[in-house]
């Protein structure tokens, strides 16, 4: 029974080793703007730390959106610069640029971006009821 019990543990360790390798990586979508005449725009997944950053950044859940949109996609901040430069919008309120969309698109992208996350996606975790009573 022990040596059974040591491979299931050997066979989790993989599978956790994997999944770990699997998170470590950036997902990314290119999403087509209708509204903005089909123009594209890239979003990628965020990390844990960068998931706390985007809740911390304001009291605020529509300003938390905005800025992880923002945070998300490289087409979004290299516009943003050109708009600074032209005085469009204001150093340190790049994020603002996000005023573009209307908040049906907000928030569609602001899910893909947790999806691509993995936080937005089905947990696949089922509860398996045992006999067995441990007492501790």
Do not use: C, W
């Amino acid at each position: 029974m022990d040596q059974d019990k040591a491979i299931i543990f050997e066979q989790f360790a993989r599978k956790a080793k994997e999944r770990i390798e699997e998170r470590k990586k950036i997902h990314v979508e290119t999403l087509e703007i209708e509204s903005m005449g089909g123009m594209s725009m890239e979003i990628r997944g965020l990390s844990d730390a960068e998931l706390n950053e985007v809740y911390e950044f304001s009291e605020d859940a529509i300003e938390n959106d905005k800025y992880a949109i923002f945070f998300a996609s490289s087409t979004l901040q290299e516009a943003a610069k050109i708009m600074v430069a032209d005085g469009d919008l204001q150093p340190g309120k790049e994020y603002q640029i996000t005023d573009m969309f209307t908040q049906t698109e907000r928030r569609f992208i602001a899910n893909r971006i947790l999806v691509l996350s993995g936080v937005n996606s089905e947990a696949g975790i089922k509860i398996k009821e045992t006999d067995e009573v441990k007492n501790s």
